[in-house]
């Protein structure tokens, strides 16, 4: 049964997960999780209306040409990019990409070596403590000693323009320990602490940085829903994660970095369009193996007995090459390849054009 | 300054609930002097010893509650990543280490409050009603810019190195100071540099009925000067790295 495949979506249905799947009426339950559970952004009609560079008033960010150097390492190196208003976009990218670097320097902890970055027009300095970007760090600690209400008041009362406390506690869904103390409190709890204090004022811009690293399942589903209500208000969001699920699920617009450099941005479709992300596989008798690496957009070819298994970039235009020449394939399927394919297509790519190793990792730091 | 004082406010509440804090700044001189005070009938610094280990506890207890509290705090709060948190909020850059002296300036007040107390009522130090708020202000003076020192050792040490670095500084200016027992000789010439002894022997000046040198209260700004330079060359080297 090929289903139990997408009981991938019952996330929450406990152990015993191959006997369920098969016992499941499959399809339907499959389909509706999915549907529900993991397209967090409704994605297919923004995906239409993004993109980039469309010049729908004036940049949230700016990027222009943005380094930093560590000695001689390049954190990020020559990045430029713009953010537009009511986007949503990640930043992916592996361990040591540049991530971290550019958001701390989008959030003023860090200064440029070189290049302009702007927020809202102004230095970011400026805007942060205008109040107009509310953030999460990775490694922003919380004050200890306090209970979860104490501080997240006491943040709010920093904020210009200040949301009701009981508002911030439903929306972070940490009203139901908000009188515990703050060191008290496991990682995940800890972790929507932190989201609480990036949400507990009306900031234009939310900038998190990987905000689910500590979450589980279900809490990662419920930051999600309420990461949509604030992009609904009307907010820019950008996020820096690792997990390209979350990107793909989430975000309108990817931008993936690898050493400091911009690699690709754009829709997760056209990402993994990029990469040539669909993988192609039929049966066929009398194999031609030169003609078919001589197909259009093919990335990639593995032939196993009659089963042919093509990774293309233009999954129409190979498949009506081989038409063209006279075959008549068997059993014919089209998937989507992941974006986690497309990204290591694409930082593979990159490190094979720097001439790196692309075995050894990109872990620079 | 609004947010500064919010966070001044949040800083006190927590401190309440700090047991160590009471034990170091209020109990130790309260017990310390409860002990000695009336035993010893010598004099010191030229006044009774129950008067003189009146102010000599008073200052210990701020110096120590200025000193012990915000110096481990801060390391711990620097590498907890809450001050990396606090700059992304609209408190202004300098909001945190204005917060802290504040408190500090604040927390010093009990213990000087409850030793001047118990020298009036339990160890019968009688003074003109004026000497009492000279050497309250004087006594505070003199352990609040050690909070100034705490922000610099906070922001230069990691908090397994501020235990034993804050632990010199405390012996070094509780015994140099003379605020545990008065010091004679070699020691003693060297103590009448710091300003714990300087805070202690204007306020025996005082009682003493003496002119008070002038070189003490200099002394007493110019140490202040030292804390600050020192806090603000820490609080700019680890800016970028906090």
Request: aromatic fraction near 10%; proline fraction near 4%; avoid cysteine.
């Given at each position: 049964m090929s289903q139990h495949e997408t009981g991938y979506g019952a996330s929450g249905s406990g152990g015993g997960d191959a006997e369920y799947g098969r016992y499941a009426s499959g399809a339907e339950y499959g389909g509706s999780a999915i549907g529900s559970e993991h397209d967090y952004r409704g994605r297919t009609a923004i995906a239409v209306e993004t993109g980039h560079g469309n010049g729908r008033g004036a940049p949230v960010v700016s990027f222009e040409n943005v380094s930093k150097h560590y000695g001689g390492l390049r954190a990020v190196d020559g990045l430029?990019?713009?953010?537009?208003?009511?986007?949503?976009?990640?930043?992916?990218?592996?361990?040591?990409?540049?991530?971290?670097?550019?958001?701390?320097?989008?959030?003023?902890?860090?200064?440029?070596?070189?290049?302009?970055?702007?927020?809202?027009?102004?230095?970011?300095?400026?805007?942060?403590?205008?109040?107009?970007?509310?953030?999460?760090?990775?490694?922003?600690?919380?004050?200890?000693?306090?209970?979860v209400r104490e501080l997240v008041e006491l943040v709010t009362s920093l904020h210009p323009k200040p949301e009701p406390i009981e508002t911030t506690l439903r929306r972070a869904g940490i009203a139901q320990f908000a009188d515990q103390r703050v060191d008290r409190l496991s990682g995940g709890q800890t972790q929507r602490v932190r989201f609480a204090l990036a949400i507990c004022g009306k900031s234009e811009l939310i900038v998190l940085d990987e905000p689910t690293a500590a979450m589980d399942v279900e809490t990662r589903r419920l930051f999600w829903n309420?990461?949509?209500?604030?992009?609904?208000?009307?907010?820019?969001?950008?996020?820096?994660?690792?997990?390209l699920e979350e990107a793909d699920q989430a975000a309108d617009r990817i931008l993936v970095i690898n050493r400091g450099r911009l690699l690709a941005d754009g829709t997760p479709a056209e990402i993994k369009a990029r990469a040539g992300a669909k993988r192609l596989s039929f049966r066929l008798d009398n194999i031609d193996e030169p003609f078919l690496l001589g197909l259009p957009g093919l990335v990639n070819l593995e032939l196993r007995h009659d089963v042919v298994q093509i990774q293309s970039s233009d999954s129409d235009a190979t498949l009506y090459a081989i038409f063209d020449a006279g075959y008549r394939p068997r059993e014919i399927e089209v998937t989507s390849l992941g974006l986690e394919q497309a990204f290591l297509a694409i930082t593979a790519e990159d490190d094979r054009a720097n001439g790196h190793d692309t075995t050894s990792g990109n872990g620079a730091n | 300054m609004a947010g500064t004082l919010a966070l001044t406010k949040a800083e006190l509440r927590r401190l309440m609930?700090?047991?160590?804090?009471?034990?170091?700044?209020?109990a130790f001189p309260v017990i310390l002097y409860l002990l000695i005070g009336r035993q010893v009938t010598a004099q010191a610094y030229g006044v009774a010893f129950g008067a003189y280990y009146m102010i000599s506890m008073a200052t210990f207890g701020a110096f120590s509650g200025a000193l012990?509290?915000?110096?481990?705090?801060?390391?711990?709060?620097?590498?907890?990543?809450?001050?990396?948190?606090?700059?992304?909020?609209?408190?202004?850059?300098?909001?945190?280490?204005v917060a802290k002296i504040l408190v500090s300036a604040a927390t010093t007040v009990p213990s000087i409050v409850i030793v001047l107390l118990l020298g009036r009522f339990y160890g019968n130090v009688h003074l003109p009603g004026w000497e009492w708020p000279v050497i309250a202000v004087t006594v505070w003076f003199g352990s609040t810019i050690f909070a100034a020192l705490a922000v610099a050792i906070g922001y230069r040490f990691a908090p397994d190195?501020?235990?034993?670095?804050?632990?010199?500084?405390?012996?070094?200016?509780?015994?140099?100071?003379?605020?545990?027992?008065p010091l004679s000789g070699f020691l003693g010439k060297i103590g009448q540099f710091t300003p714990t002894y300087q805070a202690v022997k204007i306020g025996t000046d005082v009682i003493q009925g003496v002119a008070v040198p002038a070189g003490l209260a200099i002394g007493l700004v110019v140490w202040l000067g030292i804390f600050v330079v020192l806090a603000t060359a820490a609080v700019r080297t680890t800016a970028e790295a906090v």
């Open positions: 430029t990019v713009e953010l537009r208003h009511g986007e949503t976009v990640a930043l992916l990218g592996p361990n040591g990409a540049g991530k971290s670097t550019s958001l701390d320097m989008l959030l003023a902890l860090r200064k440029p070596t070189s290049g302009q970055i702007r927020v809202f027009g102004d230095d970011p300095y400026h805007a942060v403590k205008s109040g107009r970007i509310g953030a999460m760090l990775q490694s922003g600690g919380l004050m200890p000693e306090v209970t309420s990461m949509k209500e604030e992009v609904a208000a009307g907010r820019t969001l950008l996020f820096a994660t690792h997990y | 609930h700090n047991r160590r804090y009471f034990i170091f700044t209020v012990n509290g915000n110096a481990q705090r801060i390391s711990q709060e620097k590498k907890e990543g809450w001050i990396r948190q606090l700059r992304l909020t609209t408190l202004p850059a300098n909001g945190y280490v190195q501020v235990q034993p670095v804050t632990l010199i500084v405390y012996f070094i200016f509780a015994i140099l100071g003379g605020l545990w027992f």
